[in-house]
């Protein structure tokens, strides 16, 4: 019998896709002045996610925290991190998300572990309706510290910063939060470039 998971409370290349579906979700929805972005950093041992509320060029922090796996089979991991992560999107329905691609691990089975939870994450996040974009961990760490070699305790202190927290997120919900602020900063400047066409239809879920 598994553990029930601790829940903490608190890709490149997307490019002209994104611009396109971001814009077609604008003109769609009627509360798009205010976006809500779950943000998350996968792990087959933990996961973090964060929330945000995006108004124009504003970020407001609404929560955040770290999904703890319990020891045992990777496929029952997988199944809490889809279950809890899909339960979030119920709580505080974020319309996009923005998940952090696997840039490397200590050995090829560490790797593959990570994909798959990776995999799990983006899978809630799609079958939920979200629309998903994905960064490499060095366009996160730029886009919140302005180096894409900065360190975990410098993510941690912007991310205090740039939210107005009164002290720093724990290292994985930061991470989540990061990347939250680096797709609502990429997808501000792609609507001020999107062009008002509506010949191309928009696709909810991973752009692809």
């Known amino acids: 019998m598994h553990n029930k998971p601790l829940i903490c409370a608190p890709r490149a290349g997307i490019g002209a896709k994104l611009k396109i579906a971001l814009s077609a979700h604008t003109k769609n929805n009627k509360a798009a002045a205010m976006t809500i972005i779950l943000g998350v950093d996968p792990g087959s041992q933990k996961t973090g996610f964060g929330l945000i509320e995006v108004t124009a060029n504003r970020h407001r922090y609404i929560t955040s925290g770290v999904i703890r796996l319990p020891t045992g089979a990777l496929p029952a991991r997988l199944d809490i991190i889809f279950k809890s992560l899909s339960s979030i999107i119920a709580e505080y329905s974020p319309a996009e998300a923005a998940v952090e691609e696997v840039f490397m691990a200590k050995s090829a089975g560490s790797a593959l572990k990570l994909g798959q939870a990776r995999g799990a994450a983006v899978v809630a996040c799609v079958s939920n309706g979200l629309i998903v974009a994905e960064y490499t961990a060095r366009q996160i760490k730029k886009a919140v510290v302005g180096t ?51 010949a191309t239809r928009m696709r909810r879920g991973r752009l692809t």
């Open 148 to 198: 894409g070699a900065a360190n975990k305790d410098q993510v941690q202190h912007m991310v205090k910063i740039l939210l107005k927290l009164p002290a720093a997120p724990q290292e994985d919900a930061a991470d989540a939060l990061a990347a939250a602020i680096c797709h609502a900063n990429s997808r501000q400047g792609l609507l001020t470039m999107a062009a008002p066409s509506g």
